[in-house]
C-alpha cells in the first residue's frame, strides 16, 4: 500500500472537518469525499452554529469538554485571523437566562467559554420572568460560509469531491483502503444502526441586524443567535418527528417565544424557516470496525451521532477519527509488510 486512499462518506461539518484533519495528520494520504448532499443541503446548514455544548448522557464529561475544548481553540484562532469573515466565524456575547436556579450553575464547559460569570441584578431586569443568569462570550459559525471555507480548504489541499450516494459501505472496498463514516442521520440507514434517531429542529432566520448579544433560555428551547448577516431564532426538539416541512404555527410560536425574550425582535423582516433533523445517540459514535467478506477486510472508522451539538464538538470529534485513521493506516502496513514475510 504505497498511498493510503481515504474516502470520507458525508459532506456536513463532520464530513469535512474530518476530511481536513485527515489531511493535516496524514499528508500523504489520498482523501476523498462522498456525498449525495453538500452546502447548502445539509443538516449542518440548518444550524445555528452556536459554540454551547450539548450533553451526551453516554460520554464521559472529560471527553465532551476535550472535543469543546479543542473545537473553542481552533475557531477562536480562526476568529482571531484574517479569515474570519470568509469563515463565518465570529465572537459572540450574551446571556443564558433560568426561570428557575439551575441545580448545576457551573456546567462543564463554563471555563472553556470567555469571561463565564453570573449575570448581575441590573443584567436580570432585561429579563422579568426569569430569575438566574449567566454572562459569558463564545463563538458562532456562520454554518454555509463556514462549510464552503472547509470546502476550499479542501481543494487545497488535493481532496477531491463527489456527488455519490453510497448504499453499503462495502461497496468501496475495491477502489480505497479506509472509509470514514461521516454520513450523520444518514448512518441510520447506511450501518443500520438503531440507536440512531432524529430530534427535528425548526428554526427561522431573521434580518434583525440591531440585535448584537445571544440570549438563550436555559431549558435550550428558545434562543435567539446573532450571525453576522441574519439572526437565528429558535425552536424546537420533538424526538422521532421526520418531518422536514416547516409548520406553520411552529413558526409562529418561535417567534412569539424570541420576542417575548427580545421585544426588539417584533420588528424583525425577511422571515426565512429552515427544518433539520438532528443526528441524535446517547453518544457520538467515534469508533473503529474492520468490515470483512471472503477473507477480503475494509477497515472502517466511524465518526457520527453529533446530535444538537456537532458544531460545538466538531474539531475534537474529527481530530480523534484522524487518529483512528492513523491507526487502520498502521494496521494496514503491519498485514502488508506480514504478507510479504
Ligand atoms: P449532516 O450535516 O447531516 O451531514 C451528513 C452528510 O452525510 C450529508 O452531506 C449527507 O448528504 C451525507 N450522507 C448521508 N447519508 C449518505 C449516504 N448514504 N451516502 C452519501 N452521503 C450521505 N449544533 C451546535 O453545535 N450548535 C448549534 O447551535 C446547533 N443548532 C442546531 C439547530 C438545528 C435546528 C439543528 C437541526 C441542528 C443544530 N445543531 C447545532 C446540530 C448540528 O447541526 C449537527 O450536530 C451537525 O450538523 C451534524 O453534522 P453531520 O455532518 O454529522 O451531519
Known amino acids: 500500500m504505497a498511498v493510503p486512499k481515504v474516502a470520507v462518506v458525508g459532506a456536513g461539518v463532520i464530513g469535512l472537518s474530518t476530511a481536513l484533519c ?24 440548518v444550524a445555528a452554529g452556536m459554540l454551547i455544548p450539548h ?32 469563515a ?3 465572537l459572540v456575547s450574551g446571556w443564558q437566562v433560568f426561570k428557575n436556579t439551575p441545580k448545576e450553575e457551573l456546567p462543564f464547559w463554563s471555563d472553556v467559554v470567555l469571561g463565564f460569570r453570573p449575570m448581575s441584578e441590573a443584567e436580570l431586569q432585561k429579563f422579568p420572568q426569569h430569575r438566574f443568569g449567566q454572562a459569558f462570550t463564545t463563538l458562532k459559525c456562520d454554518c454555509p460560509p463556514y462549510l464552503l471555507w472547509l470546502e476550499k480548504r479542501l481543494k487545497a489541499a488535493g481532496v477531491r469531491m463527489y456527488t455519490r450516494k453510497v448504499a ?3 461497496e468501496l472496498h475495491s477502489e480505497y483502503n479506509i472509509v470514514v463514516n461521516c454520513a450523520g442521520f444518514g448512518a441510520h440507514q447506511l450501518v443500520g444502526d438503531e440507536k440512531l434517531f432524529p430530534i427535528r ?18 431549558d435550550g428551547l428558545t434562543y435567539v443567535y446573532p450571525g453576522i448577516h441574519r439572526v437565528t431564532l429558535g425552536g424546537t426538539r420533538e424526538k422521532e418527528s421526520w418531518s422536514l416541512s416547516p409548520e406553520p404555527g411552529t413558526t409562529k410560536d418561535i417567534f412569539d417565544r424570541c420576542c417575548s ?20 445517540r446517547e453518544s457520538v459514535r467515534l469508533q473503529r470496525e474492520v468490515l470483512s467478506q471472503g477473507g477480503v477486510k475494509l477497515q472502517v472508522v466511524h465518526n457520527y ?16 477519527a484522524a487518529q483512528l485513521v492513523g491507526e487502520c493506516i ?9 504478507a510479504k514475510l
Open 22 to 45: 485527515i489531511t493535516e495528520t496524514c499528508p500523504s494520504c489520498s482523501v476523498t469525499v462522498l456525498s449525495d448532499q453538500f452546502s447548502p443541503n445539509t443538516t449542518s446548514d
Open 55 to 86: 450533553t451526551y448522557p453516554g460520554t464521559p464529561i472529560h471527553m465532551q469538554k476535550q472535543w469543546f475544548k479543542e473545537t473553542f481553540t481552533y475557531l477562536f484562532a480562526i476568529s482571531n485571523s484574517a479569515e474570519a469573515s470568509e
Open 88 to 90: 463565518g466565524i465570529h
Open 168 to 170: 453499503d459501505l462495502w
Open 201 to 218: 429542529g425548526q428554526v427561522l432566520k431573521v434580518h434583525a441586524p440591531w440585535v448584537k448579544n445571544f440570549i438563550r433560555d436555559g
Open 261 to 280: 425574550l427580545e421585544p426588539s425582535l417584533w420588528r424583525a423582516q425577511d422571515i426565512k424557516v429552515k427544518v433539520g433533523l438532528r443526528p441524535s
Open 305 to 320: 451521532g453529533h446530535g444538537a451539538g456537532g458544531f460545538s464538538v466538531h474539531r475534537g470529534t474529527a481530530k480523534e
Open 330 to 338: 498502521a494496521a494496514l502496513r503491519g498485514s502488508s509488510s506480514r
